[in-house]
């Protein structure tokens, strides 16, 4: 008899992991088999043993000398910085709240502001306007010179 998937499903079957078709087909296994029935037993021991094993915790000192590290990491971190990232770590929030605060002012005022209310039009501004450029406009009243086009080699 084929055992590799029952040996393979034997932990989720002991975790109560799978459906219950594959729970039943598990169990009759087991009842038929006796290799598989040697290993479930041996892997509910390990199950039943790694739940009274309780984990050991840090050695002594542990993390007061994590803590005493984090400052060396925030210098290691400042030290590779360029002079921007430096003078930014430096300023308190505040002072970056404050500058991103004038960024999001100066982009509202500069793009979107001005197209919040349309600008009046001064009819007579325009008129003004419409007739100067026609002036500047001028357009040449004489025809242009007829061109005759000669060939050198007298076709």
């Known amino acids: 008899m084929n055992c590799k998937w029952f040996r393979e499903n034997l932990s989720a079957y002991i975790d109560g992991e799978l459906d219950f078709l594959k729970r039943w087909r598990i169990k009759r296994h087991l009842k038929r088999c006796s290799g598989c029935g040697r ?11 790694s739940k009274l094993v309780i984990l050991a915790g840090p050695e002594p000192r542990f993390y007061e000398r994590l803590r005493e590290r ?23 929030r505040g002072g970056k709240a404050a500058i991103i605060v004038g960024l ?4 509202f005022f500069s793009v979107i502001y001005p ?20 002036e500047t406009l001028t357009y040449v009243r004489e025809p242009a010179t007829s061109l005759i086009l000669i060939n050198e080699g007298g076709r």
């Open 39 to 49: 290993e479930y037993r041996q892997l509910k021991k390990i199950h039943k043993l």
């Open 70 to 92: 984090f400052p060396e990491i925030e210098t290691i971190k400042y030290e590779r910085a360029g002079v921007f990232e430096k003078m930014w770590i430096a300023l308190p």
């Open 104 to 107: 999001v002012l100066i982009l």
């Open 115 to 134: 197209h919040l209310f349309p600008t009046s039009l001064n009819i007579d501004g325009f008129e003004k306007e419409y007739l100067l450029s026609r």
